[in-house]
Structure formats: C-alpha cells, structure tokens
Nanobody
Framework: QVQLVEAGGGSVQAGGSLRLSCAASGRTFSSYAMGWFRQAPGKEREFVAA????????YYGDFVKGRFTISRDNAKNTVYLLMNSLRPEDTAVYYCAASLRASAMSSRYEYNYWGQGTQVTVSS
C-alpha cells in the first residue's frame, strides 16, 4: 500500500506557473505508474498527466497542449507536475494517484491509490 500527499497548490494569476508535488510513502514507489487528475466543482474528475515507472513515458490530457510537464524522482519517492501558462479554466482540485498497472494510464479507474488533493485557483 502507498500513501500520497500533494503539495504546491495555491492561487495564481492567469499566465503564471505552479509546481505541484506528490510525496509517496513506502519503499516500492518505483513500481507504480503515477498520474495527476483534476476535478472542478460540478465536473467529472479529469485526466491531466501520467508517467510510467521509470519516467521515460508520459501522457497528457488534450487540454494541456504543452503547458504542463510531469516528472518523477524515484530516489525521493516524489512525482511533480509543473504547470505553466495557467488559465482560469485550470482552476480545480488536483489529485495525484498511483497505479499498479505496468505503464502510465489515463483512466482514473486504473489507479489504486489517491492523495487528498490540493487546490489550484487561477484568477483572470
């Protein structure tokens, strides 16, 4: 089992940047594919980005369009999401998740463990 704790959320103006981090407990972090999802009020939880166990394969949601970068540091048991050129529509609670699947996955149903979420608010 793994526990996930997100950090780095906050309020930023449109065009700004934030870097989210997600620290995982346990010694088997490198065996999990990791993902970031987000959920705005009244909306479904949406796929943002995913990264495979080694960090060599990444996937992004269509709306990202080159603005976000997911990365991981297996020595630190941490996955990151660097978000640039933020827009008001990026406002949401951002969650990290861990999957036992063999590779990065975009479906939330493939993830076994979830963090508590961190709020990101982008003002215009």
């Amino acid at each position: 089992q793994v526990q996930l704790v997100e950090a780095g959320g906050g309020s930023v103006q449109a065009g700004g940047s934030l870097r989210l981090s997600c620290a995982a407990s346990g010694r088997t972090f490198s065996s999990y594919a990791m993902g970031w999802f987000r959920q705005a009020p009244g909306k479904e939880r949406e796929f943002v980005a995913a990264i495979n166990q080694s960090g060599g394969v990444t996937y992004y949601g269509d709306f990202v369009k080159g603005r976000f970068t997911i990365s991981r540091d297996n020595a630190k048991n941490t996955v990151y999401l660097l978000m640039n050129s933020l827009r008001p529509e990026d406002t949401a609670v951002y969650y990290c998740a861990a999957s036992l699947r063999a590779s990065a996955m975009s479906s939330r149903y493939e993830y076994n463990y979830w963090g508590q979420g961190t709020q990101v608010t982008v003002s215009s």
